[in-house]
């Protein structure tokens, strides 16, 4: 063993280091939406005790860290409520069965879940639903801290729901306090919308459309401007979207800004597209945020499979790539949720569809990832994930770079040998080799030719091994933003302890 350390602490100690480069790591957003709002991912039920709900989310994050995702978009706004300590809005029903009671014995689970992701070398990001209020299906009466009973104006009753207008100056202020506050007391990675803006269409009696009713708001702030109501209403959401990210980049610019909205922008774009018109429906014109840049990454839900082509998967993804000018983060969201179980339909798709839409994610020039929805669609289906890990996942990922958000390298870390007691195994240490925070590390190691790659938490400094030693052990520094220093390189003779 002496005779081991001696030979490593000779090569650590030359200033110049082996001419050997590691391979280029993998580069992938993988992530999965874990969604609260009735108990979908997460609670299972609303009974579960404070050690019921913990368990069943670190099992969610040992999931992903086994399918080599790297992401967790965790649902913390579902309506109104909150899924954290929040000093704006209620404890959400979904934790406790009843609007405004904390859970007992007393925990934070945003809190929890970052710290836990954050120990699995997992990003976590911060999920909210900017102007839903309310849902019909409810098991307790809204809390007197609910926004409904303290700033009732702010609140439109539509079909059986309740909602914020997002035409009220006074909401997108709300609103916007409830996210920065969020970004400000947490150490999320990222927030994030998903595709509920203003609300999808309720019907009448008849069959006919309602429309939102937002009277009072539009005659303030709309009526006698230059904009057509349906305008307005979108301008609404687009400046709060913008709003949204000039916010969180002041605040923290590290933390990443994300939408997923409706697959289609507009039907006929491209030609041959057929479906919903989200645009003139929902007021959310998605394509204009990607054009501005006025994201980080970006999620269109493409939940529809590759073949029939009027919602093609890879035509609406070329589409929405040649629309990323500003190169943004471009993931689909994809349906995983369509490949069942035990008790799978005879319209369910089989694994091999998902598997082909993530391969074909990664051949699409200006696309970097994917998103499953949902997070328990890779719970309960243990053929679908062995399919997954040994047909697309065989290697972790580090996040995609965001040079927009700054292009600083990490120093490059400095590697030693443990000093080891007969009989355990060889150790490497490494510590930063400079003074900023590492957000993971990447560490690639060399045998007998092949090289593989491990990813790990930033305080994680040190890896063993069992038996023979690498051959070559190389580690590099990452920071928030995705970019790394230069690989620390040693060179062992493979010896073992």
Known sequence: MVAIVAAFASQAGNSQPPKINPPSPVREFRAAWVATVGNIDWPSRKTLTTQEQKVELLAILDRAVQLKLNAIIFQVRPACDAMYASRIEPWSEYLTGTMGKAPEPFYDPLAFAVEEAHKRGLELHAWFNPYRARLRATSSPASANHVSKTRPQLVRQYGELLWLDPGDKAVQEYSLSVVMDVVKRYDVDGAHFDDYFYPYKVKDGSGQDLDFPDDSSWQRFGAGGMLSRADWRRENVNVFIQRVYQSIKAAKPWVKFGVSPFGIWRPNNPPQIKGFDAYASLYADSRKWLVNGWVDYFVPQLYWAIEPPEQSFPVLLRWWAEQNTKGRTLCPGINSTKVGGRSQSRRGWEPE?????IRLSRTQHGVSGHVHWNMKSLMRNAAFDEQLQREVYQQPALMPPSPWLGRAQPAMPKLTIAKMRSG???RI?????????????????QTRGEWTTEILPGKQTSRSWNGSLPNVVAVSAVNRNGETSSPSVLQTSGNTR
């Not at 569809?353 to 839409?357: D, H, L, R």
């Not at 240490?429 to 190691?445: C, D, K, R």
């Open 429 to 445: 240490n490494w510590t930063p080799g400079g003074q900023g925070t590492v957000w993971l590390w990447l560490l690639q190691t």
């Open 424 to 426: 355990s195994p060889p």
């Open 353 to 357: 569809e998902i598997v082909k839409q």
